[in-house]
């Protein structure tokens, strides 16, 4: 999918740096306001109620949690490789799964062009990784019901496609979002404030996986987010 982003006027195997993000982010805004002046900007989130930290910590004592799982991956696909250089991080990739065992993991792929549902066991079969990190976060039984019904609506969702027009607005920092298309850090920072966890502070079409990664780590959400495991894939045991 190599032209998909050159068609978007941005050729990956330009540096990176000041000076061609300056150049490249004037040609870009230009074409999509050319190309894209209709286009749908919506915010997934917006109707989600959140909670601060001490308000999400203090509601979970009382009642019945469940577990979510939040993976990263360092993988060594073109489009891994492409994301680790823009976004200047380990990893490149995130899916979201409710077991422990990661037998199903859901996100968004570029490989694919849309939703996917693979498995770990999979991922290490096909050497696609070099090292994965999971994050297990816990949530009510109402809004954990909400998110699994949420994630099967959009893996039915045949219209539901990769966004690689994002590829090349987050970095960019251009707020544009369309509400048939995703990129894996969109699809699970919006589950999560689906769940009312709120990490990242910002909409979730302006969020890398590099950025989830880094505003997990530093979440002030105690007793909620435990990281459980950084290593090579094959080594990951629930």
């Not at 300056?22 to 209709?38: D, M, V």
């Not at 073109?78 to 991080?89: E, G, I, Q, T």
């Not at 909409?203 to 959400?221: C, D, H, Q």
Request: proline share 3%; charged share 25%; with cysteine.
């Amino acid at each position: 999918r190599k032209q998909s982003i050159l068609d978007l006027g941005w050729n990956p195997e330009v540096d990176f740096n000041e000076h061609t993000l300056f150049f490249a982010s004037k040609r870009i805004k230009k074409a999509l306001n050319e190309q894209y002046s209709g286009y749908n900007v919506v915010n997934i989130e917006e109707s989600v109620s959140l909670y601060s930290e001490a308000e999400y910590v203090g509601a979970l004592r009382e009642v019945v949690t469940r577990p979510i799982f939040i993976v990263f991956f360092n993988s060594k696909s073109f489009f891994n490789k492409l994301v680790r250089a823009v976004d200047k991080s380990v990893y490149s990739h995130v899916a979201i799964s409710f077991d422990p065992s990661l037998k199903t993991m859901y996100s968004f792929s570029g490989t694919m062009n849309g939703f996917t549902n693979e498995g770990l066991k999979k991922r290490i079969e096909e050497g696609e990784d070099k090292a994965i990190q999971v994050f297990c976060v816990f949530v009510d039984q109402g809004r954990y019901s909400i998110l699994h019904s949420k994630v099967s609506q959009i893996a039915h969702d045949k219209n539901m496609k990769y966004s690689f027009l994002n590829l090349i607005t987050i970095p960019f920092k251009i707020n544009y979002i369309d509400n048939t298309k995703m990129v894996c850090s969109q699809f699970v920072d919006a589950m999560l404030k689906l769940a009312g966890l709120d990490f990242t502070k910002i909409g979730s079409n302006m969020i890398s996986p590099g950025k989830l990664n880094a505003k997990m780590k530093l979440s002030k959400f105690k007793g909620v987010i435990y990281k459980i495991y950084t290593g090579p894939p094959s080594r990951y045991s629930a």
